[in-house]
């Protein structure tokens, strides 16, 4: 008997034939006991994002209630076909509701990122609460986990850093207490709770690191995350023909994987079971039988082309004015005034007297205010609706054929690894 840990994505419970799926799935490991690590429900936390946002506007007029009834609905729905108590379940999210208005009620809505975790964290305690309570009543012996209670961090909403020495022994504790009389602990990921009462996020699709933390304290010989797909892969199957499987990946490429925009995993979730050499096994929920993809210290012995497109991509051509050189004073107040508004970078070149960086998009407003925080001494160049094309391993009559009829605006080729900002033809898809 082993203690393992999976995770599911919103996907793999999108509806109740998606979660008695789950159900056979944890039920084909016999008597091992597991820890259930699962996300929101299929674009549920798009539509808390518009919640909040919403609940921000209404400047508190308009109770949290009245904005969730439509989530409500679609979990009862769900719950319905799944045969469980849904009234038990409703008042259930009542409550999770009403903690949250509690906490709302004390924070200025000025506090977006604050605001937006005790709003969006609903999708998970909804999601779980339901998986669990369906579990129970078709006889498994299961329990549920509030994962605010065992992952702490700090208050960076939103983007939270996980305290590690705090977590772990809360984790092993909790954990062995709930396992001496449960075989399945469904808990949640992305959320975690702060040294207060507020509710914090790891960053969006931040469940695979939480079920990373989970195998880390646990010093689990395995973690397995279910997906949509076979395991890695060498493209994005939705916008690609011809991807291969790849039956092994090292955990330095799959960080380099995750760090150049590979969506398969969470960037975040390498380094923790890295550190114990904990294998991550990706593996298909559609057909659970299917090897998947094992990352570990061992990876293939020669990778095949990966490609990684990222849409919605921003090129920012930064200048000094009066020509004085790009140096580390310049560097340094771009790198803190980047990170004061949370913009991430793909791609970065420095010449003489200019900056060039590749950014996810942030929307004109958070743009111009970063820029006009970086001070009256530069000018910019804004290129945007931009793809950045990223190719490990990279073979030219590939490059050839990703960038035919695309204007290459930016490139930057290191050993192993080349990446292309283009301007994308009308055409987004490059399947046939």
Not at 188 to 211: H, K, M, N, P, V
Not at 230 to 241: C, K, N, S, V, W
Not at 263 to 283: C, D, W
Not at 370 to 379: C, H, K
């Amino acid at each position: 008997m082993e203690n393992k840990v999976f995770k599911f994505g919103g996907a793999s419970i999108a509806d109740h034939k998606m979660i008695e799926n789950i159900r056979s799935i944890i039920e084909s490991y016999g008597e091992d006991k597991i820890v259930v690590v699962i996300s929101a429900m299929g674009k549920v936390t798009n539509a808390l994002e518009q919640v909040a946002q919403k609940y921000i506007d209404a400047d508190k007029e308009k109770p949290l209630l009245d904005l969730m009834q439509e989530t409500i609905d679609k979990h009862l729905q769900e719950a319905i076909a799944l045969g469980i108590n849904t009234e038990k379940l409703k008042l259930q999210y009542e409550s999770y509701i009403s903690d949250s208005q509690e906490l709302l009620d004390l924070i200025d809505n000025t506090h977006q990122a604050m605001v937006y975790d005790q709003i969006v964290s609903l999708g998970e305690l909804f999601s779980t609460t339901m998986v669990e309570m369906y579990l129970s009543e078709s006889g498994l012996n299961s329990t549920w986990l509030d994962v605010r209670g065992i992952i702490k961090s700090d208050g960076n909403y939103k983007d939270a850093t996980v305290d590690y020495a705090t977590s772990v022994p809360h984790i092993r504790t909790k954990i062995s207490e709930l396992f001496s009389d449960s075989q399945y602990i469904i808990t949640q990921g992305f959320i975690s709770g702060s040294d207060t009462a507020y509710t914090t996020t790891l960053g969006r699709e931040g469940s695979d690191y939480t079920a990373a933390i989970f195998a880390y304290a646990l010093d689990a010989e395995e973690l397995t995350i279910w997906k949509d797909v076979p395991g890695i892969l060498t493209a994005d199957p939705r916008r690609f023909e011809n991807v291969e499987l790849l039956s092994k990946l090292s955990y330095k490429e799959a960080i380099e994987m995750t760090y150049y925009g590979a969506t398969v995993i969470h960037p975040k979730t390498i380094r923790p079971i890295q550190n114990k050499s904990i294998k991550l096994h990706v593996r298909s929920y559609i057909n659970p039988s299917e090897d998947g993809t094992i990352i570990s210290d061992q990876g293939l012995p020669n990778y095949p082309p990966i490609v990684v497109v990222q849409d919605n991509r921003l090129l920012l051509h930064i200048t000094t004015k009066d020509f004085t050189f790009i140096a580390e004073n310049h560097l340094s107040l771009i790198f803190s005034t980047l990170d004061m508004h949370r913009i991430k970078m793909s791609v970065m070149r420095n010449t003489a007297i200019s900056f060039t960086l590749v950014i996810k998009n942030p929307g004109k407003p958070q743009l111009q205010k970063f820029m006009s925080d970086l001070g009256d001494n530069f000018s910019f160049d804004v290129y945007d609706n931009l793809q950045l094309i990223t190719i490990r391993y990279a073979q030219q009559p590939l490059i050839d054929s990703l960038t035919k009829n695309k204007v290459i605006l930016f490139e930057e080729r290191m050993k192993s690894t080349i990446q292309l900002v283009v301007r994308p033809a009308l055409e987004l898809k490059e399947k046939k």
